[in-house]
């Protein structure tokens, strides 16, 4: 069995740590109205055209989803590219 000697370990970095604050956007690349679902899409990893279906489909019977895609719509800044 191998014990690291104390001259050996690791020291501590010094190194700030980035914060990991999620920015969400709407897509300009990948729009068809506004951009919602693609910038969406992107951010989770699915597929847009997926998310597209889910909210249109959602949008037909319940209503809730058609209001969240205008809010998100208001607040969400666009994206000019999502790479």
């Known amino acids: 069995m191998f014990i690291m000697p104390k001259k050996l370990k690791r020291k501590k970095s010094k190194r700030k ?14 729009a068809v109205f506004a951009g919602v679902c693609g910038g969406l899409g992107h951010k ?8 597209r279906f889910v909210v249109a489909i959602g949008a037909l019977f319940f209503w809730l989803p058609l209001f969240g895609y205008i809010i998100l719509w208001l607040i969400l800044q666009p994206a000019y590219t999502t790479r």
């Open 17 to 30: 740590k980035r914060s990991l604050k999620l920015q969400w956007y709407r897509s300009a690349d990948n």
């Open 44 to 51: 989770l990893g699915i597929s847009v055209t997926g998310l």
